[in-house]
């Protein structure tokens, strides 16, 4: 079976409107099956004032690890908007 694979950035925003990239996203879709692989951007997250980015529900960041797996478990973006996930996905895919 083909496998699909669709890639994503992660955006965090602070009051004056700059977007922080924070996270790559790499879904992978294989039939049923679908996975997704988080690469942390930490020289951005290092960088970010305090108060703006909370972290990435699921992931320990504290841990530094360059990669995090998650499988068949669906991703959800629970501080976002509809609105705003569906511009964080499409900024992703500009050229």
């Known amino acids: 079976m083909k496998s699909v694979v669709s890639k994503a950035s992660c955006y965090t925003?602070?009051?004056?409107?700059?977007?922080?990239?924070?996270?790559?996203?790499?879904?992978?879709?294989?039939?049923?099956?679908?996975?997704?692989a988080f690469q942390p951007n930490y020289d951005v997250i290092d960088l970010i004032p305090q108060g703006?980015?909370?972290?990435?529900?699921g992931l320990d960041l504290s841990l530094r690890k360059p990669v995090y797996y998650r499988e068949g478990i669906p991703l959800s973006l629970?501080?976002?908007s509809h609105r705003e996930t569906e511009?964080?996905?499409r900024r992703s895919f500009l050229p």
């Not at 703006?52 to 529900?57: K, M, P, R, S």
């Open 52 to 57: 703006v980015f909370e972290g990435i529900q």
């Open 13 to 36: 925003q602070d009051r004056l409107g700059i977007a922080y990239r924070v996270c790559e996203i790499v879904q992978t879709i294989n039939g049923d099956d679908f996975s997704y």
């Open 78 to 80: 629970p501080n976002a």
């Open 87 to 89: 511009s964080v996905w």
